[in-house]
């Protein structure tokens, strides 16, 4: 009887080892909460970053609104200059630093942006006066050359602001009958300049602001 119990005793845990165990499913809830929880944060994430962008972008337009127009910036004449160098570009290198005026709108033209462009006009007029004049009545030979072709190129740059200015005001509904005479002077100006291409050209420092 020992024995048949034993054989008994064996045969059930043989069948309890032959039978399968049930799945665990609490591995796969755990795995279910973690992508639940990864998918949340994502979307936070992005709601966040497009929260930001949004705030961005208000921003940027109301720094827009709040320049009312105005393109240029007020800049000291040793910045704006173009007088160093070499002869040969004074039309191109005036011309840049008012690219950003619309052209086909000169009525739209801000009082601030006018101003400066009147600025500028003042500025290298006085840089011709008071520095210009007196260096090259001190030099010889190159070096009077050199400063002669710097201000000659600093004209091109007065007599651009001045034309642009009369253009603008004209535009506004002020006069232009000194415009013809200036463009006469600014064209004679480019001619010179041009005709000096790739000759030495030296600025002067001047203390001024556009």
Excluded: W
């Amino acid at each position: 009887m020992r024995f048949s119990s034993t054989i008994l005793s064996l045969s059930l845990l043989a069948l309890v080892a032959s039978s399968p165990l049930p799945k665990k499913k609490a591995a796969s809830s755990t795995s279910a909460a973690c992508a639940s929880a990864t998918t949340a944060t994502a979307d936070a994430t992005s709601a966040a970053a497009s929260s930001a962008v949004t705030s961005a972008a208000a921003s940027t337009s109301t720094v827009t609104a709040a320049a009312d127009g105005s393109v240029l910036t007020a800049s000291d004449y040793n910045t704006i200059q173009i007088s160093s160098g070499t002869a040969g570009s004074a039309e191109t290198q005036a011309n840049a630093l008012f690219a950003n005026i619309d052209m086909n709108n000169l009525a739209g033209v801000s009082a601030a942006d006018l101003k400066i462009i009147k600025g500028t006009h003042d500025a290298a007029e006085d840089a011709e006066v008071q520095a210009f004049n007196p260096a090259i009545a001190a030099a010889s030979g190159d070096a009077a050359t050199a400063l002669q072709n710097g201000k000659i190129k600093n004209k091109v740059l007065k007599l651009t602001a001045e034309v642009l200015g009369i253009q603008i005001e004209a535009a506004q509904g002020g006069s232009d009958s000194d415009l013809a005479a200036e463009q006469t002077k600014l064209a004679n100006n480019i001619k010179l300049d041009t005709a000096a291409s790739g000759q030495a050209s030296t600025a002067v420092p001047f203390t001024a602001t556009t």
